[in-house]
């Protein structure tokens, strides 16, 4: 009867360094799971404030990018005021100018066969004519200042298209990065920082090529399309030898063929052909 006790007690405490074991290790792997998670939260929270500082900045680029604007309007409306006035004035000259020579005929014509006059006849036409050699150079002085606000109007509508095609581009941007931060905000944390888990079969597919667009975003063109399930909208994950390189935000999708924009979650990763374009990473 002793030795059974002995023996039970033995397996007793063989058992209860067993259970403290296996205490230890649950509690170890629950902290690096907490860890895990603590991290994936603050890469998060992180992405969040990029995403807020960049719309506060697009929105100033905007609000410079609008004033600019208005104040080439604002010039442009005046070149346009100025341009009327000379025209006008330009108008009166001619009509000036056309008067006195009809008043410098009628002089001539008064003054055939009148010999007591002829000499003030002559005087009045030569000062009818330096009288009409000044409106002449009035006239051509008048046509060069039209001439050359001509230019200056024609470039600040210049001016204006560039300042309307950075502003259209920047809106552009900034709804892309509005409709990023939505997205983020409403994907839940996985414990792959960056990585886009979408439900449904995997769709697989290579980078064929890179370019850059006018927004100054980079582009991925990938070897994937409708046909596989891509579709506009889609976020997709770019890896290489097995490692995450960036997001891959599907912008148009074809039957084979898919354009997507390249976001590396302000990593220095380079995305490049031959890349894999995975629809989620197991």
């Known amino acids: 009867m002793h030795l059974v006790t002995k023996i039970l007690i033995?397996?007793?405490?063989?058992?209860?360094?067993?259970?403290?074991?296996?205490?230890?290790?649950?509690?170890?792997?629950?902290?690096?799971?907490?860890?895990?998670?603590?991290?994936?939260r603050a890469e998060k929270s992180a992405a969040i404030l990029s995403l807020n500082e960049a719309q506060t900045s697009a929105q100033k680029e905007i609000a410079n990018a609008k004033q600019a604007s208005e104040q080439a309007n604002t010039a442009l409306n005046a070149m346009r005021?100025?341009?009327l006035n000379v025209q006008n004035e330009r108008s009166k000259l001619q009509a000036d100018l056309k008067s006195a020579q009809l008043d410098a005929a009628r002089f001539m014509n008064e003054s055939s066969g009148k010999d007591a006059r002829l000499q003030t006849s002559t005087q009045m036409a030569s000062a009818l004519n330096d009288e009409n050699t000044k409106l002449r150079t009035e006239y051509v002085r008048l046509s060069k200042e039209a001439t050359e606000k001509d230019?200056?109007?024609?470039?600040?509508?210049?001016?204006i298209q560039v300042a309307t095609q950075n502003l259209r581009a920047t809106q552009e941007q900034m709804a892309d990065m509005i409709a990023a931060q939505d997205k983020a905000a409403n994907t839940p944390s996985t414990a792959r920082s960056g990585t886009e888990v979408t439900a449904g079969p995997l769709i697989t597919a290579k980078v064929s090529k890179t370019?850059?667009?006018?927004?100054?975003?980079?582009l991925a063109f990938i070897s994937a399309g409708s046909s596989a399930g891509v579709k506009a909208g889609q976020r997709m994950n770019i890896v290489r030898g097995g490692k995450f390189v960036g997001a891959l935000v599907i912008l148009t999708a074809d039957v084979n063929e898919a354009v997507?924009?390249?976001d590396t979650l302000g990593s220095s990763n380079t995305v490049m052909a031959d890349d894999t374009v995975l629809s989620r990473i197991n």
């Open 81 to 83: 005021t100025d341009y």
């Open 260 to 262: 997507g924009r390249i």
């Open 151 to 159: 230019v200056r109007l024609a470039d600040l509508e210049s001016q």
């Open 10 to 40: 033995v397996f007793a405490a063989l058992f209860a360094v067993l259970l403290a074991a296996l205490a230890m290790a649950f509690s170890y792997n629950a902290q690096t799971i907490r860890d895990s998670v603590d991290a994936a």
């Open 211 to 218: 370019a850059k667009a006018p927004s100054g975003d980079t």
